[in-house]
Nanobody, 124 residues
Framework: QVQLVESGGGVVQAGASLRLSCAAA????????MGWFRQAPGKEREFVAAIRWSGGMTNYADSVKGRFTISRDNAKSTVYLQMNSLKPEDTAVYYCAAKKYGSPSSAKSAYDAWGQGTQVTVSS
């Protein structure tokens, strides 16, 4: 069973950068596609970015394209989300998720396991 632990959240000002990490345990990490989602207060959880199990394909929400970059280090069983030029509307709890094989998906239902989340707050 996949265990996911996110880290790297915090409080920053608009325009700053943060890098989130998600460490996986309990499975062969290189077999899993990974995704990042976020949920703001009062809103549904939404897709942010995803990366194929091999790292060769990525997918981004339009709202973060050009600002966020997803990457993975299979040797460390870790997926990252580099967030640049942060905006107040990026404020949310960020979750990583894992899915067995397949292409990077924006659908929550495609993922088999979820982390507990890490808070990102961007002040104006």
């Amino acid at each position: 069973q996949v265990q996911l632990v996110e880290s790297g959240g915090g409080v920053v000002q608009a325009g700053a950068s943060l890098r989130l990490s998600c460490a996986a345990a309990g499975v062969t990490f290189s077999s899993y596609g990974m995704g990042w989602f976020r949920q703001a207060p009062g809103k549904e959880r939404e897709f942010v970015a995803a990366i194929r199990w091999s790292g060769g394909m990525t997918n981004y929400a339009d709202s973060v394209k050009g600002r966020f970059t997803i990457s993975r280090d299979n040797a460390k069983s870790t997926v990252y989300l580099q967030m640049n030029s942060l905006k107040p509307e990026d404020t949310a709890v960020y979750y990583c998720a894992a899915k067995k094989y397949g292409s990077p998906s924006s659908a929550k239902s495609a993922y088999d396991a979820w982390g507990q989340g890490t808070q990102v707050t961007v002040s104006s």
